[in-house]
C-alpha cells in the first residue's frame, strides 16, 4: 500500500482544511484508515479513524466535534475536514492504513503502513 498525504498548509485560528490521502496498491475498501500527527518534541498521536466501509468514526477527546474523518472508497481516498482549528493543532499530519483491522485502532504501531505527512500551522 503506497499512501499520498496533502492538502496541508498554514491557517489563522478558526480556520479550516481539509487533508486528503489517496491510497494505492492494495484494494482501498478492504481495510481502516487513520490520520495521525506528530508536534516537534512530542510523540505521534491518534487524531482520527474510520473503518473500511466508512460507518465507523472514531476520534481523539482532542479534535472530537471539530474534526471530521470520512472516505471515498471509489476514489482510494480517505480525507479529514478540520474546523476551528487551534494553535495547539500545529503538527505533522499522517494518513495510515490498518490492513489487519476491520474496525478502528488509536495505536500508532497497530497501522502497517504510513504516508510522508503533511504541515499544519495554526497561528493565533
Known amino acids: 500500500v503506497q499512501l499520498q498525504a496533502s492538502g496541508g498548509g498554514s491557517v489563522q485560528a478558526g480556520g479550516a482544511l481539509r487533508l486528503s490521502c489517496v491510497a494505492s496498491g492494495r484494494t482501498f475498501s478492504r481495510y481502516s484508515m487513520g490520520w495521525f500527527r506528530q508536534a516537534p518534541g512530542k510523540e505521534r498521536e491518534f487524531v482520527a479513524g474510520?473503518?473500511?466501509?466508512?460507518?465507523?468514526?472514531t476520534y481523539a477527546d482532542s479534535v472530537k466535534g471539530r474534526f471530521t474523518i470520512s472516505r471515498d472508497n471509489a476514489k482510494n481516498t480517505v480525507y479529514l475536514q478540520m474546523n476551528s482549528l487551534k494553535p495547539e493543532d500545529t503538527a505533522l499530519y499522517y494518513c495510515?492504513?490498518?490492513?489487519?483491522?476491520?474496525?478502528?485502532?488509536?495505536?500508532?504501531?497497530?497501522?502497517?503502513?504510513w504516508g510522508q505527512g503533511t504541515q499544519v500551522t495554526v497561528s493565533s
Open positions: 495510515a492504513a490498518d490492513t489487519y483491522s476491520c474496525g478502528t485502532r488509536r495505536s500508532p504501531s497497530e497501522y502497517d503502513y
Open positions: 474510520i473503518n473500511w466501509i466508512g460507518s465507523v468514526q
